[in-house]
């Protein structure tokens, strides 16, 4: 199975590329956003790879990284998710971008990816919410403003998450909620307040 290529841009097309490893041109499926960030042709490349075996062929995907090939997995696991709408998913969310979508269960944002309708991006949300990889809920959350809107800064939300894992919540739920909380707190919130508000959203 192969799990990374490292080569040359040799040709590409709408959703495909072709990377010349050696001489030899490997033909591999990627997201819109993967081939926006790939260099043109004759410029050196490196993607993370996922290998699909069928009855018919076998199809190379490929991602920029590690974590969106992560995600490609998860949501591959998602009922009504196949290849085509989980590569739709990660060309319109980047990883980070969704994983704030799935922790603060931003369905809209989800289904902003073209074949996503309200029901899939639902199943979505609510099948991913604990199943993020580890750490990608919280990073997300800790970087990103709230419309614009600066969060509490970086260690109140990294102590309150930790407190809510303590008390038994899952990763991905303890920073779906401390980022819900946040929305409603400013800059200058404490972890006991983010706990508290963050208990508030996990008891809804």
């Not at 490292?6 to 001489?23: A, L, P, T, Y």
């Not at 998860?74 to 590569?87: I, K």
Request: proline letters at 4%; one cysteine or more; glycine letters at 10%.
């Amino acid at each position: 199975m192969i799990g990374k290529l490292k080569g040359i841009v040799d040709s590409s097309g709408e959703d495909w590329v072709v990377i010349d490893v050696g001489g030899v041109g490997y033909h591999v499926t990627c997201s819109r956003r993967t081939l926006q960030n790939l260099p043109a042709s004759g410029g050196a490349v490196t993607l993370s790879i996922e290998t699909k075996v069928s009855d018919e062929a076998i199809r190379l995907i490929g991602f920029e990284s590690d974590a969106e090939r992560d995600w490609f997995r998860l949501l591959l696991g998602v009922q009504g998710v196949g290849t085509r709408v989980a590569l739709g998913v990660l060309g319109t969310l980047a990883p980070a971008d969704l994983a704030r979508a799935i922790a603060l269960d931003d369905r809209k944002a989800i289904s902003a990816a073209p074949g996503v309708g309200a029901k899939v991006a639902a199943r979505i949300a609510a099948e991913l919410k604990d199943k993020a990889p580890e750490g990608a809920s919280l990073a997300a959350m800790l970087e990103t403003p709230v419309n614009g809107t600066p969060v509490p800064s970086a260690a109140p939300m990294r102590d309150a998450v930790s407190a809510l894992v303590n008390l038994g919540y899952p990763q991905a739920q303890a920073a779906g909620a401390v980022a819900a909380a946040a929305k409603g707190l400013d800059e200058a919130a404490t972890a006991e307040q983010l706990i508290r508000q963050g208990l508030k959203e996990l008891a809804r």
